[in-house]
């Protein structure tokens, strides 16, 4: 009788495994994100009525982003679900990345994507850092791939003097994306400046005056 139970059991389990697997795909043609909607791990979906070829369509990667008044020379425009609705639940978004001559993307990483890139034009110095320490680092020209896998630290780099510009392609409809710099000393509230000092060996000054390049964030 045990054993018919234990058996019993177990196949429950597999089917009820066997059903959340199958229920983790597309149950629909798509969910066009109602942004307006209350959002849970995502955005609920817009009545279908009410659905308009817009909700698929962005025209903002087009043309590239102005790098004078940035600080480290490149911007970011993304392409995610908050600007094209159609992604929810698709699990992809793009972005556009220009960068001035000598521009730079610092170190940062995406904490729920992985991420490639196609140089659209000029010549860019990538790297990433496994959690070994290792450094996998190339240049890369117009026309190459480069990708950066899922939560590590990476950057792209203009080394000459001449711009450049690139798309990225992410594995989800919001990527995320955390920057090693204004992470640390832009916290809010802030981390102790006597902790910073000793984790980076650091004065308490020099904390001190990172931190004002570093803007507490909202």
Request: glycine share 8%.
């Amino acid at each position: 009788m045990a054993t018919s139970m234990i058996y019993l059991f177990v196949t429950i389990l597999l089917v009820a495994a066997h059903t959340a697997f199958a229920e983790s795909n597309m149950l629909q043609d798509f969910c066009v994100a109602d942004l307006k909607g209350e959002k849970v791990n995502g955005y609920p979906c817009k009545d279908p009525a009410q659905v308009t070829p817009e909700d698929f369509y962005y025209i903002g990667l087009a043309n590239g982003a102005s790098t004078t008044n940035t600080t480290l020379g490149s911007a970011v425009t993304g392409a995610n679900v908050e600007k094209i609705p159609g992604l929810n639940t698709l699990g992809i978004s793009m972005s556009r990345i220009d960068y001035a001559p000598r521009g730079l993307n610092p170190p940062h990483l995406h904490p729920r994507a992985s991420e490639a890139i196609f140089v659209l034009e000029g010549r860019l110095f990538v790297g990433f850092l496994t959690t070994a320490g290792k450094l996998i680092s190339k240049h890369v020209n117009k026309g190459d791939v480069f990708v950066f896998p899922r939560a590590l630290l990476h950057f792209q780099q203009s080394p000459n003097n001449a711009p450049a510009s690139v798309l990225a392609a992410f594995d989800s409809q919001n990527s995320g994306a955390q920057g090693v710099g204004p992470s640390l000393f832009g916290a809010n509230p802030r981390i102790p400046d006597d902790l910073l000092a000793k984790a980076f060996y650091l004065e308490s000054q020099e904390v001190q005056k990172v931190n004002g390049k570093f803007p507490a964030k909202k």
